[in-house]
């Protein structure tokens, strides 16, 4: 063997040798990586469980942190207004759904002269967890209805009239606006509640807005915040939640996707940054809370405030959003009444709700914040909920059904913030629980039908 060939053989050692090294390296890496995710999140390492909550992140940002949150930006660049329901999604500048005409999210529902003869048409209204219900569980809920005895002839379709931010009364408006325009629907479903009860109270009144004008009204006509360092930092606020969907689109790519180190790395600098950027939102919402800032930063007129509502105490306060949010449902089920199509409406759940979810520690991380500006609203709020449901909606016939507990025994973990949002497994669920209950009413109302025929 001439020194050529020793030397390359040499080189071939050295770079084998290497590469077992950088290969064994690795590997304990990776080992370290797997026993310390196990450690951190207290379940074992899932490339699937990681992939799909950077899915999360990427594609529904505005479901998991609401980073158009009114409170933190003058205005919604995405929204539009809206002369009857307040505001809708802008079809020109939405880019991570697809807007129909309407400023809604997916398809339009047909008219009476384009709807199919055999279709059954399903408009799903609410705020963001009904909107996400829709995205993440609307094949679900289509099926569950679709397999009533009475729709084994039809096909059942869903057009979702939800959006992020709205309350009562924009669903109702929606409903009636829809209902002129020519829109059909064989039943309506409605998933509300949070907002109703959460919204007035923290924001609204906060603000000298009429508890009923829709979210954040006087921000999205101009008058909103006008200092600069409010403004800055509402502007940092943006371009974080930005870094965050640019850094979940990252490590999606090969070859840190597969990498559980990288993964890790990744889970971990991402609940960094969802902890600044709430930190901050907090920040701004508690000096829109301060008399003074809201004095230096709010100037209330009546063309953006609306009537003023004073209050007695806040007991006085949350009966009247009680009052409100029944009395709008009603009205929404006399509608059905006089139209002729079925009408049901679910209070959603939340976790603020006392003893209405077990929870993990891992999940009472994620979803129970005491310092959230919405807890405390959303736990007081529902001790009107859940009264007026009863008394006013219940006592009304089988439209209305409460599904604040339908989580009490359930451990697994189905929220992913602490506002009020559910993964895909908790979507899954509640359109399990209404696609049930939607079928059994139409399967009591065929079997009333054909007692009748007989008789």
């Known amino acids: 063997m001439n020194n050529s060939d020793a030397g390359s053989a040499n080189k ?23 026993v310390a995710y196990k450690v951190t999140y207290e379940h074992l390492f899932s ?25 933190t930006v003058p205005a919604n660049a995405r929204e539009a207004f809206h002369p009857y329901t307040g505001f809708v999604l802008d079809p020109e500048k939405e880019e991570r759904f697809d807007v129909n005409e309407f400023g809604f999210v997916g398809p339009a529902p047909p008219f009476h002269d384009d709807k199919p003869k055999d279709e059954f048409t399903v408009l799903v209204f609410g705020g963001s967890v009904a909107h996400g219900m829709v995205q993440d569980a609307g094949r ?8 009533a005895p009475s ?20 669903q109702l408006m929606a409903l009636v606006f829809m209902l002129n325009l020519g829109v059909n629907p ?3 479903i409605n998933l509300d509640g949070f907002n109703d009860v959460v919204l007035p109270v923290d924001e609204s009144t906060l603000q000298g807005v009429h508890p009923f004008y829709p979210r954040g009204w006087s921000l999205r006509l101009g008058t909103g915040l006008t200092d ?89 306060l949350y009966r009247d959003v009680a009052r409100f949010w029944a009395e709008s449902s009603l009205l929404m089920q006399g509608l059905a009444e006089s139209v002729g199509y079925r009408y049901f409406h679910f209070l959603q759940p939340n976790q603020y709700v006392p003893n209405s979810k077990p929870m993990t520690p891992q999940e009472r991380n994620i979803a129970l914040d005491v310092d959230h500006p919405y807890s405390h609203p959303a736990a007081r709020g529902y001790e009107y909920l859940v009264p007026y449901g009863r008394k006013y909606l219940s006592a ?8 604040t507990m339908m989580f009490d025994q359930d451990t697994r973990i189905l929220y992913v913030d602490s506002c009020c949002h559910f993964n895909q497994a908790g979507n899954r669920e509640m359109a399990k629980r209404i696609s049930q209950t939607v079928r059994s009413e139409l399967d009591r109302d065929t079997a009333k039908m054909s007692s009748a025929h007989q008789h």
Not at 12 to 34: N, P
Not at 47 to 52: K, T
Not at 151 to 170: E, F, I, N
Not at 396 to 403: A, E, Q
Request: net charge positive.
């Open 228 to 316: 600069t360092d409010m403004l800055k930092k509402a502007g940092r606020i943006a371009y974080r939640e930005q870094f965050r969907v640019w850094m979940a689109k990252t490590f999606s790519f090969i070859p840190l996707h597969w990498s559980i180190t990288a993964n890790l790395i990744w889970r971990l600098a991402d609940a960094r940054l969802e902890r600044s950027i709430q930190s901050s939102r907090h920040f701004l919402i508690s000096n829109l809370r301060d008399p003074h800032a809201a004095k230096k930063t709010l100037d209330r007129r009546f063309s953006t405030h609306g009537p003023r509502t004073d209050y007695a105490d806040d007991d006085a």
């Open 186 to 188: 064989d039943a309506v």
């Open 47 to 71: 490339f699937g469980q990681v992939e799909r909550r950077r899915a999360e992140v990427i594609s529904a940002p505005s479901e998991i942190l609401d980073p158009d949150h009114v409170l």
């Open 396 to 403: 009304r016939g089988s439209f209305y059904t409460d599904l």
């Open 12 to 34: 071939g050692r050295k770079l084998v040798l290497g590469l077992i090294t950088f290969l064994l390296c690795y590997g304990a890496l990776e080992f370290v990586s797997w």
């Open 151 to 170: 729709l084994s002839d039809r096909t059942v379709r869903l057009y979702s009239l939800a959006l992020p931010g709205m309350k009562q009364p924009q």
């Open 140 to 147: 679900e809920l289509i099926a569950g209805i679709g397999a």
